[in-house]
């Protein structure tokens, strides 16, 4: 199994903002459910000369699809959270709110950023995940950083039917899968 941190390549491929400073705390994933009360606010695209792609983002705690990406990658999404529609010029965008929050994380094993005053744990340096908590979905979070990322679980499928090969072979651009984070190899 292998762990990777999901982004979205911003230096190429377009991006959303929202037009307002208060479309922020609207737009904040933090894997507790928002459907029931979900108003999607107005956005803009901030890059409009970089290249449109099919994932797009707000903040890195974002996975936005496209409406093609949406119904592609329909199974995952479900499976991982809620699907909440963002309308963007008569078009209807995917802003998947990721509530698969699992608490997998080994905390006795993981190397820690440190607060230097009083020593408590603030971000995973170095990630080590007890394998056999993970849930059937790809998509997920984790309490410690729910906030600012959303994570991928590759290895518990056939090779085929992972996430980034579907991605891969129905030619979806604008997500990097660059950052391994973890790997039970190791």
Request: glycine share 6%.
């Amino acid at each position: 199994m292998r762990v990777f941190r999901i982004q979205n390549d911003v230096n190429r491929y377009q991006f959303f903002l929202g037009r307002t400073d208060a479309d922020y705390e609207i737009l904040q994933m933090d894997g507790t459910p928002k459907l029931e009360s979900w108003k999607a606010p107005e956005v803009i695209v901030y890059k409009p000369k970089h290249q449109r792609g099919d994932f797009f983002q707000f903040y890195s705690n974002h996975l936005i699809t496209s409406p093609r990406a949406t119904e592609v990658l329909r199974g995952f999404l479900e499976m991982s959270g809620e699907l909440l529609p963002l309308p963007y010029k008569g078009e209807e965008y995917t802003l998947l709110n990721v509530t698969e929050c699992i608490d997998c994380l080994d905390q006795d094993k993981c190397e820690w950023l440190l607060n230097k005053d009083t020593g408590e744990r603030i971000y995973p340096l170095k990630y080590v995940f007890r394998p056999g908590w993970f849930t059937e979905s790809p998509l997920f979070k984790i309490p410690e950083t729910c906030k600012g990322e959303v994570l991928l679980i590759e290895g518990m499928r056939d090779a085929d039917r992972e996430f980034r090969a579907v991605v891969k072979r129905n030619g979806l651009k604008g997500m990097l899968f660059d950052e391994l984070l973890w790997s039970d190899d190791e």
